[in-house]
C-alpha cells in the first residue's frame, strides 16, 4: 500500500507552549485520511491538518455511522516514541464498525497510518513524563443520502494533538437509577459517538448534584455495575480486583485487559464477573471495599474517592492507605516509559519512516 505525502507548508509546532497545552484544543500539522468506495479502501493520503468539505446529506451527520478510537503515542525515558498495544485499537475499530455496519479498515494499513503519522509528528509529543501526543482515529459514512440504510462509502480519518501531564484528582461517582447508558443487544460495546451523546444530558445532572461521573447500572435491573463515564470499573474487594464481566453493554478496555493482565502475572487475584451495587455497599459496610479506580486511556487509572447509591454515601479509603491501583498504575507507567520490563511486548516503537524525515 501506498501512502502519499504532502507536508505542510509551515508547521505550527513553534507556536506550541507545551508546558500549557488546553486539552483536547491543540492539533498537531498533519492528518491520515482515507476513502472508501465501490467495496475497498483507497486513496491513502497524509495530508496538512485542515477543514473537510462535507455535503449537508452526509449519512454520518445523520444516521449515527460514527466510530472512534482514542490512543496515545508517548516517549520512553531515552526518548524513543512508542505506541501501547496499537493492534488492539485496530481490532475495537473493527469490531464498533461491523457492529454499525460500517466498512472494516485494514489492520496492516491502520498501523502503517499511524507510524507514518506519529513519526512525522514526532516533535509534537511533549517532552514531560505522563504527557502524550493523543492519537485520534475515526470513521463516518459519507453517501449523500436521506434515508435510514447502510452508508456505501466511508471516510477514515487520523489526527493527532498533544496533551499535558494528567494528573487525576480522585473522582466521585454518582449511581444513576433513572438513565441508562447501553442495553443487552444495543451497541454499547462499540466506540460508537452516540453512545457519548446519550451520556451527555445524565452526566450533567450528576455534576450539578456535585459528583464527577456517572456509576452506570444496568438497563434491565438497575442492579449491576457497568462502568463509570469513559473508564471501566475496578474495586478491590478484600485482596481482589473484581471488574464487570464484559457481557456487550461496556466498552472492552485496553488499560482494563492491560491491568488484569498485569494483575495476571504479578500475582493479585481478580475476577471478571458480574458485580451489583448491593454487594459494594455491602463490602463497604463490612469494612472490606478496600479501593475503587477507573481504567482508561487518558488517566490510566482514576482512584474513585467516593460512590452515592440511593441514600447512601460511601467514602472510600484515603489513597495514600491504597495498595493495589496506585501498583498497577506505577506498573503500566513504568512499562511504558522503559522503567519496568516489557514482558509482553505491549510497547511498539515508532518506526522512522523515511519518507516522513525528508
Ligand atoms: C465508555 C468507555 N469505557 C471505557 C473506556 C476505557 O477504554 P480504554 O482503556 O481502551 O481507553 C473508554 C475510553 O476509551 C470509554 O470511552
Wanted: net charge negative.
Amino acid at each position: 500500500m501506498k501512502i502519499s505525502i504532502t507536508k505542510s507548508e509551515q508547521s505550527r509546532l513553534s507556536q506550541i507552549d507545551f508546558d500549557n497545552i488546553p486539552f483536547g484544543r491543540t492539533f498537531s500539522d498533519h492528518m491520515f485520511v482515507a476513502d472508501f468506495k465501490d467495496g475497498q479502501w483507497g486513496d491513502y493520503r497524509i495530508i496538512p491538518f485542515g477543514y473537510m468539505q462535507m455535503h449537508p446529506a452526509m449519512m454520518g451527520l445523520h444516521y449515527g455511522q460514527l466510530i472512534f478510537e482514542g490512543m496515545k503515542a508517548t516517549k520512553m525515558q531515552d526518548g524513543t516514541p512508542v505506541f501501547f498495544r496499537p493492534e488492539m485499537h485496530s481490532a475495537r475499530l473493527n469490531r464498533s464498525a461491523a457492529r454499525m455496519k460500517m466498512a472494516e479498515f485494514p489492520e496492516d494499513v491502520f498501523l502503517e497510518a499511524i507510524h507514518t503519522l506519529v513519526s512525522m509528528e514526532q516533535g509534537w509529543i511533549p517532552p514531560a513524563e505522563g504527557s502524550a501526543l493523543y492519537i485520534r482515529p475515526f470513521m463516518f459514512a459519507t453517501d449523500e443520502f436521506i434515508g435510514v440504510k447502510p452508508s456505501k462509502t466511508y471516510r477514515f480519518v487520523i489526527f493527532t494533538g498533544p496533551v499535558g501531564p494528567y494528573y487525576p484528582k480522585p473522582v466521585s461517582l454518582l449511581s444513576e437509577q433513572k438513565y441508562t447508558r447501553a442495553a443487552p443487544g444495543g451497541f454499547g460495546e462499540a466506540k460508537a459517538a452516540g453512545n457519548y451523546g446519550g451520556s451527555l444530558l445524565p452526566t450533567e445532572l450528576a455534576i450539578a448534584q456535585g459528583y464527577d461521573q456517572i456509576l452506570w447500572l444496568d438497563a434491565l435491573e438497575y442492579k449491576y455495575v457497568q462502568e463509570a463515564g469513559t473508564m471501566n470499573l475496578m474495586f478491590v474487594i478484600g485482596d481482589t480486583v473484581v471488574t464487570p464481566s464484559t457481557t456487550g453493554t461496556i466498552l472492552k478496555g485496553i488499560t482494563r485487559d492491560t491491568i488484569l493482565k498485569i494483575c495476571d502475572y504479578k500475582g493479585i487475584k481478580f475476577e471478571e464477573r458480574m458485580i451489583t451495587i448491593d454487594e459494594i455497599v455491602e463490602a463497604h459496610m463490612d469494612g472490606q471495599l478496600k479501593e475503587c479506580f477507573g481504567t482508561g486511556t487518558a488517566a490510566v487509572v482514576s482512584h474513585v474517592a467516593k460512590i452515592k447509591h440511593g441514600d447512601i454515601i460511601m467514602e472510600l479509603p484515603p489513597i495514600e492507605d491504597r495498595k493495589i491501583g496506585p501498583a498497577l498504575k506505577d506498573e503500566m507507567n513504568g512499562i511504558r516509559s522503559g522503567r519496568i520490563e516489557d514482558r509482553k511486548g505491549w510497547v511498539v516503537p515508532v518506526k522512522s519512516n523515511q519518507l516522513a524525515t525528508v
